[in-house]
Structure formats: structure tokens, C-alpha cells
């Protein structure tokens, strides 16, 4: 049954006064709030009321529309006169089809339309009805399998959608901080003026998470580290592409903690995604290595299991809304709820209980008509989970469900914790010091956590913490490119960044350094000219930046792990054409049996592999004439080599570490190569790939080359902008 009270309002959208203040009136969230559970329900008829009684004016953020009711009942409304305001993002059209002429269909009925352009995309999933004072939100698209199930519990989308009263108000200004945003989106229909908000500035509700000004992950994993032995996780995620939060959950496991994981098989086996199958494979070993902790189901029924929800009993916490585990959800526009820990919270009861409640007759198989909606997936099937107590003798429910709880304490007793440092750089050898803690009593508890498995907490004075101390810790050694962590003292972070390991770890001794280079200058715009300042290197076919076939330049970033802050960046824009590089730059001038080259390298995230993948960069013999070799980021997500030589034309592939490149992250490339004895090396990170013993040729190695060339031949196009970054180049000979 519809549940919400249509408000009969005169007010124009301008002036959305009266329906904010209705909302204040109503005091609780089951009179409020509606969680419509796609599996068994129609959440269309809900959406399309909505917009049918729609009389004030509606707002629209969305990533893709695939069901023609949707942009049918838009346009109806738009042509009775509601004014629509829509955030959209057109790179979705390339992936579905049907979207553009949707678009194009609700442009022409006048809905005002304003695009982003940032790298990360458009993911909002919701729909604001000012009149009637509501917010439909959730992960899911606008699809009709995401709203109605096909067939109830056996043909789905596993997806819970959320229409809500409480939080309008967070939302309205979230939507005109991003409508008047004209740094990431720009004008694309019936936008003559400037924009301007439309709604009266309302604080937004702290349990909301809007990335990528915010980070989704920064907030998820410490409630992940902080969740107690003997506490429970429950997690359905559709994505799961990043390893931090899998990291959190194998410390969870590592400390006792049950977790019941819920993934969907095709996402786990998308070529396009391998990241999904290392990282659930993660879990798997862990589950054998901390046995009674990890239990994984994967989606039994024909649909998809499209969700983002983790639950995190012990804390009376669940995380709810569009981000899934991937780097691009960082990057963005996104909408999550963390709710309060609060048990006695109206809305915070009636999202975490009924949420989980969906999630338990799933992971249980218990539909009402028998439907097998989960099946166990290579871990042991576990007893259910029971809730842990609280074995403080000084919490108010001692013997009682965790978390403990403690009688309300002096507001100001704890407020002001302060840390004789919060940052901190260390070399990549192992690293041991104090960090001093001062509180304002003797009285005041704190703890202290890392957020990542280098860092650790060896000691804190007193045991347990309270009052002024100090806590003594550690970095481990780094082998592996520059990282960033956090302790968590007393709620002050503490950010420790630790350098790179060896330079270039698996150069052989006894070459001859011919170039180590830190891009510090500016490629000029050539055919084929020195660039100027550089010890020895060239550019070719480097155009001025905008050209529609890419083109390199020089630019700052501090993060950059061997030489910040100069980087060159190789623009790939979209709509660029494959079969060519955005710019090449070499060395030349050598001849050798044996060379070594490094470099640091990032691909963006996310990125738009093409039919073919991406090149990185040659080896050529001979200046060309006679062949080449070529490093490739292929579609499969690692680093194949391809020697091109006459009767030599095989891909050498990674035989033997397959590792899945992380975009949009620092990586060092190492490459040698030796004609006499046929050997082909490749490490990523420091970690052998391939390693070939056949790969011969009679000239010598004469050039190197970055020319990181996009696809084949047969025509693709870009369908975003991407980069690569390199940082510094080493190259040896002998």
C-alpha cells in the first residue's frame, strides 16, 4: 500500500518552505521512512505514483535509465508543468542502450538537465518530490528488473529501495550544492541562467556519506577495525574490486569476529572486473586460515545481486546506499547512510533491524514459497550466528548483547585528547617510536587501532589506556611502493606515510646507468625534437593539448612515490580513436645484448581497456626496422609482453604471478631483457610476472620507448577520458 500523505501545497519550487516544515512535524521514522524490497515487490508503482501526484517540483540524480516508465511518467509531469531538475551523466550511453533516447525524449519535454564531467561518474540512484516531502534513494538503476522482480524471490534484483521523509532536508541541500556545482557538471538542456538552488540550506544529517568529497572507505573501515571479538559482520556487496575493506575483514576474522558475506557468481567471474575474484578469493583462504569466522554465499536465484550493505551488529550499525568495494567509487558521485549506533533510534532501528531481516531470509533460503535464493560458496556452512555479550563488569549490561554500555559520562571529560604529533614520515626500513597522548583526566578511556596491517600498536601506558600516556608502535618494512596508513588514538588520527623499498630492486649489477630521469620538463609540442633540460630523451608526435588523438604534459603530483612532484601525463580523451599513443617519448642512441628499464606508472580508475587493452612501452631493435617488444596492460587486467619479431610472433604471458593491476594507484614497472640467452623478465610492485627463457633475436637493443598506444586496428573509440601517469624512468644497458 502507498504510505505516503500527498501535501497540498501552492508554493512554488522556489520557495519549498511549507513541505520541509511538514516534515518536522511528524516524529517518528515508521511513520516516516519506506524500504520497499525489490525481490518480492513492485517499487514501481511506489516511484510512478510518486512522480504521477507530483505537483511542486521533483529533482532527479541518475546514472542510467533502462525502463521507458520511468522517463514516460518524467515527461507526463514535466508537460503538466512540474518543474524537473535532472544530474545526469551521459557516458552511461554507451553502455545501454535506449538510455540517449531517453534523454533526448525528457530534453524535449523541457526537463532542465545539467551533466557531469568529472572522471568519476554520476552513480546517484534517486528521485526528491518536493511537494510530497519524500526522498526515493538506493543503489539501485532504473531498470525494470531493479523495481519489480520478475519472478518474486526466484527472478530478481537483489536491491532494497528506500522512499524517506526524515532525510529530505540533507538531501535537498545535497542537491543544490551539486546542481550549482559548475566545476564538475556543465549545462546540457534547457538551462539558459546560471544555476541556482532552489531549496532553503538545511545542516546535513552526520549519518550521510557523499563521496567523492567524502570518502566512503575512510569511514567504513575503522567501524570495520572496531567491531569486537566475538562480534558479528554481515555484508552484501555486488562489487567487491578493493582490497582495504577486504583487509579490515580478515583482520576482523583474525580477532574473532563471524562474517556472513553474500556476493553475486557473474560479478565474481567478470572479465571486465577481475579484481572481484582476488579479492573474494581472499576471503575464501581466510576462512580456512581462521576457521568458524568466515562464511561466504554466492546469489542462487536468476537475477543479480546489485546491493551495497554491511551490517555490523555488535556496534547496531548498518552501512546502506550506492557505493560498492571498488577504487571508482571513491572517485564517484555517490549517496550512503550510517546509521547511528543509537539502538534506541527510531531510524536507526527500523533501517538496521528491516534490512537485515531481508538479508536473513535470503542467506536462510526462507521465502515463503521455498525459492533457493543463496547457495554456499567454497567455505564451511556455519552454525547461525549468535550475538556476543558484554563481559565488562563496569558496563550497565554486563552478561547483556554487546556493544557494552556505559552510564552517559562527563561531555568534556574526553573532548580534548591531544597527540604530540599526527603525522609522520618514515624511510622504508622498519620504524619503532612513541607517540605521546595527553588527556584532560585520569579518568578519560581511549584506545588506540591501525587502520592498516604495517602499522601496529605494540604498547600503551597505562594498560588499559586512560588519562595522559603514551603508546609505543611500529612500521614494518616496506618492500613495495610508498604507503599511507593511520593509527586511531583516542579518536585523533595519525597518518604515517613510509617510503618505497629499493629503487629498482631487480636491476642485475654491472649495467651501465644510461638515464634516471624524473620527468622534470615540459615536452615541447613536435614532431620529433630533444626536450630541452632532459638528459637525452625525445618526443614524437606530441600535439597541443586538447587534440582529439591525446597528447602528454607535464604536471604536479605530491603523491607521486619516487620524484614529486613533476609527473607526465598521458591523455587519452574520449571519443580518441585506438591504434595510436596520446604522445611518445625515447631514448636512443645504445646498442646492447642486455637491457633493464624501471618506472613508475598509474593507470586512472576506472579505465576504458577497449577490445585490445593498452600499451606501455617498446623495446625496439635494430631502430624498429627488424622488431620491437611491447608491454601491454591487456583486458584481462595484468601485463602481458609481446616480442614482434620475424618468427617470433607469440604473446609472453605472465607464467608466473597473474597479477591483477589496481588502477588508479602507483605502480613500479621493471622490465629486462637479454638477446644472447633469449631471457624476458617483467615484475609489478617487485613481484615477478613473467619469465620467459625463448625470446631471441639477431640485433641489438637500440631504443626505448614510452608510447603507451591504445587498442588495435579495427576502429574502437574512447568511451571516457583516461591517463597514465609516469613518475620517474631508470634505464640500464650492458
Avoid at 433 to 439: F, G, H, L, S, Y
Avoid at 678 to 686: E, P, R
Amino acid at each position: 500500500m502507498h504510505v505516503f500523505r500527498v501535501l497540498r501545497s501552492s508554493v512554488s519550487f522556489a520557495t519549498l518552505t511549507v513541505a520541509t516544515a511538514a516534515l518536522a512535524a511528524v516524529s517518528t521514522a515508521q511513520a516516516q521512512e519506506r524500504l520497499c524490497d525489490a525481490s518480492k515487490e513492485n517499487c514501481r508503482t511506489l516511484l510512478v505514483d510518486l512522480i504521477d501526484r507530483e505537483a511542486v517540483g521533483i529533482d532527479v540524480g541518475v546514472w542510467v535509465i533502462k525502463d521507458g516508465r520511468i522517463p514516460s511518467a518524467l515527461t507526463r509531469a514535466a508537460r503538466r508543468g512540474v518543474p524537473i531538475r535532472m544530474i545526469m551523466d551521459t557516458r552511461a550511453s554507451a553502455s545501454y542502450a535506449g538510455y540517449a533516447t531517453f534523454i533526448a525524449d525528457m530534453a524535449a519535454a523541457g526537463i532542465k538537465m545539467r551533466r557531469r564531467t568529472a572522471d568519476g561518474i554520476c552513480h546517484w540512484n534517486l528521485m526528491i518530490f518536493a511537494g510530497q516531502g519524500v526522498v526515493e534513494w538506493s543503489g539501485a538503476n532504473y531498470s525494470p528488473a531493479a523495481f519489480v522482480p520478475v519472478v518474486p524471490f526466484r527472478n530478481h534484483e537483489d536491491e532494497v529501495i528506500y522512499f524517506s521523509r526524515q532525510l529530505l532536508p540533507s538531501f535537498l541541500t545535497m542537491f543544490d550544492n551539486v546542481w550549482t556545482n559548475i566545476e564538475e557538471y556543465v549545462n546540457y538542456a534547457n538551462i539558459i541562467e546560471p544555476p541556482v538552488r532552489t531549496h532553503s540550506t538545511f545542516a546535513i544529517d552526520p549519518r550521510l556519506n557523499f563521496p567523492p568529497a567524502e570518502s566512503y572507505q575512510d569511514r567504513l573501515v575503522p567501524l570495520i577495525d572496531q567491531e569486537p571479538a566475538g562480534g558479528w559482520i554481515d555484508v552484501e556487496m555486488y562489487r567487491v574490486t578493493q582490497a582495504r575493506p577486504v583487509d579490515a575483514l580478515i583482520r576482523a576474522a583474525a580477532r574473532g569476529v563471524r562474517e556472513r558475506l553474500y556476493f553475486d557468481p557473474a560479478e565474481y567471474a567478470n572479465p571486465q572486473q577481475p579484481g572481484n575474484r582476488v579479492q573474494i578469493d581472499r576471503l575464501v583462504d581466510a576462512a580456512a586460515r581462521y576457521p568458524g569466522t568466515i562464511e561466504i554465499r554466492m546469489r542462487a536465484h536468476e537475477g543479480l545481486n546489485h546491493q551495497k550493505t554491511v551490517w555490523l551488529h555488535a556496534q547496531h550499525i548498518v552501512v546502506f546506499g550506492t557505493s560498492d568495494w571498488s577504487d571508482a567509487s571513491e572517485n564517484q558521485l555517490e549517496a550512503n547512510m550510517f546509521s547511528g549506533q543509537d539502538a534506541g533510534d527510531p531510524l536507526n532501528d527500523v533501517l538496521f533491524d528491516e534490512l537485515n531481516r531481508i538479508f536473513d531470509r535470503k542467506w536462510s533460503n526462507a521465502a515463503p514459497d521455498g525459492s533457493i535464493e543463496t547457495r554456499p560458496y567454497k567455505t564451511p556452512v556455519l552454525p547461525p550466528p549468535t550475538q556476543a555479550v558484554c563481559t565488562d563488569p563496569e558496563a550497565s549490561n554486563a552478561g547483556e548483547p554487546l556493544p557494552c554500555e556505559y552510564p552517559a559520562p562527563d561531555p568534556t571529560a574526553c573532548s580534548t585528547i591531544r597527540l604530540d604529533d599526527t603525522a609522520l614520515f618514515v624511510g622504508a626500513g622498519e620504524a619503532n617510536w612513541t607517540i605521546n597522548v595527553t588527556a584532560p583526566s585520569s579518568t578519560c578511556a581511549w584506545t588506540a587501532t591501525s587502520d592498516s596491517d604495517w602499522l601496529i600498536v605494540k604498547s600503551t601506558s597505562p594498560t588499559p589506556p586512560a588519562g595522559s600516556g603514551y603508546v609505543k608502535v611500529r612500521a614494518v618494512t616496506n618492500t613495495s611502493p610508498r604507503r599511507v596508513g593511520r593509527f586511531l588514538i583516542g579518536g585523533v588520527a595519525f597518518t604515517v606515510t613510509q617510503g618505497s623499498g629499493a629503487r629498482w630492486p631487480n636491476e642485475p649489477p654491472g649495467l651501465t646507468v644510461l638515464s634516471d630521469w624524473g620527468f622534470d620538463q615540459i615536452p615541447p609540442t613536435a614532431d620529433d625534437l630533444p626536450i630541452p633540460g632532459s638528459p637525452g630523451w625525445h618526443v614524437f608526435n606530441q600535439l597541443p593539448p586538447g587534440s582529439a588523438q591525446g597528447w602528454a604534459q607535464r604536471s604536479a603530483d605530491p603523491t607521486a612515490p619516487l620524484s614529486p612532484s613533476s609527473v607526465y601525463d598521458f591523455v587519452f580523451p574520449e571519443g580518441m580513436v585506438e591504434g595510436t599513443a596520446p604522445s611518445t617519448i625515447y631514448y636512443d642512441g645504445f646498442s646492447a645484448d642486455e637491457v633493464y628499464v624501471g618506472f613508475w606508472w598509474q593507470p586512472s580508475s576506472p579505465f576504458d581497456f577497449g577490445p585490445n587493452g593498452n600499451k606501455i612501452a617498446f623495446l625496439f631493435n635494430g631502430g624498429g626496422a627488424t622488431g620491437q617488444q611491447f608491454l601491454m596492460l591487456r583486458p584481462d587486467g595484468r601485463l602481458h609482453v609481446l616480442p614482434d619479431y620475424p618468427g617470433d610472433f607469440r604473446w609472453r604471458e605472465p607464467n608466473v604471478n597473474a597479477t591483477v593491476v589496481t588502477l588508479g594507484v602507483w605502480h613500479r614497472i621493471e622490465w629486462y631483457s637479454r638477446r644472447s640467452t633469449g631471457t624476458l623478465k617483467w615484475w609489478l610492485d617487485g613481484v615477478l610476472q613473467g619469465d620467459h627463457h625463448d625470446v631471441s633475436h639477431p640485433h641489438p637493443f637500440d631504443l626505448f620507448e614510452i608510447s603507451p598506444t591504445w587498442g588495435g586496428n579495427i576502429g574502437a573509440r574512447k568511451l571516457q577520458t583516461d591517463h597514465y601517469w609516469f613518475d620517474h624512468v631508470h634505464l640500464s644497458v650492458r
